[in-house]
């Protein structure tokens, strides 16, 4: 399987990147700004690409030889609507997305009155847009509802919850995001498809996360 990541010089895609290559043998598309000068690294599974969101005809090009897509990020509305656009051109079915917690307004309590608080009303508006660009039946999407997130090196554990549930978890590492993806990439089952999960960490039932 050939895997392509958008936004692959950020933090999850680096990671993501890592945990691919140590536990699969799927070839890798890493597409991202200056992608050679930012990402230091070497593997004959890997294919480099130099390039933005918003460059449709490159982005055609480069969707039309993968099997599936990983999106590590969804701020430019610009962007994301191309994305959706270049996959309907290519024929790409399969993606998954990282967006954020409360775009269907499921976090409950204390923790959900922060969450709306410290992003704001119109931030989740946007990327519950913009992930209606992806939850439609032509796609075969999973969608990621990330809660808060830190780095612990070492602590992959996640906790999950699905669309029509309550949100659980104030905060999650990004190695346990990067290591769900790289399980839900190796699955056969189809359980992830056409699915919108809360991420979390396991017992972090709390008010905000820690680290605030």
């Excluded at 990147?17 to 699969?24: A, N």
């Excluded at 043998?25 to 890997?46: C, G, H, M, T, W």
């Excluded at 992003?119 to 660009?133: P, Y």
């Amino acid at each position: 399987m050939k895997i392509l990541i958008l936004g692959a010089a950020g933090q999850i895609g680096r990671m993501l990147t890592k945990d691919l290559l140590e536990q699969t043998d799927n070839e890798l598309v890493l597409f991202a700004r200056n992608a050679s000068q930012r990402l230091n690294i070497k593997s004959e599974k890997i294919t480099m690409i130099s390039g933005d969101f918003t460059d449709y005809e490159l982005l055609v090009s480069t969707m039309k030889n993968v099997d599936a897509i990983y999106l590590n990020d969804m701020n430019s509305r610009e962007g994301v609507e191309t994305i959706a656009k270049a996959m309907k051109e290519s024929g790409t079915k399969r993606i998954i997305l990282a967006s954020i917690l409360g775009i269907y307004d499921e976090v409950p309590g204390a923790f959900g009155k922060w969450n709306t608080r410290m992003v704001g009303a119109t931030g989740i508006q946007s990327h519950k847009e913009a992930t209606a660009l992806f939850e439609i039946p032509e796609f075969d999407y999973t969608i990621l509802r990330l809660t808060w997130l830190y780095n612990q090196a070492g602590n992959s554990n996640y906790h999950l919850t699905y669309k029509g549930e309550p949100f659980e978890g104030a905060q999650v590492t990004r190695q346990a995001v990067s290591q769900l993806i790289t399980d839900i990439l190796q699955d056969e089952s189809g359980q992830f498809l056409k699915t919108s999960i809360g991420v979390s960490e396991p017992d972090t039932n709390w008010d905000k996360p820690s680290f605030y």
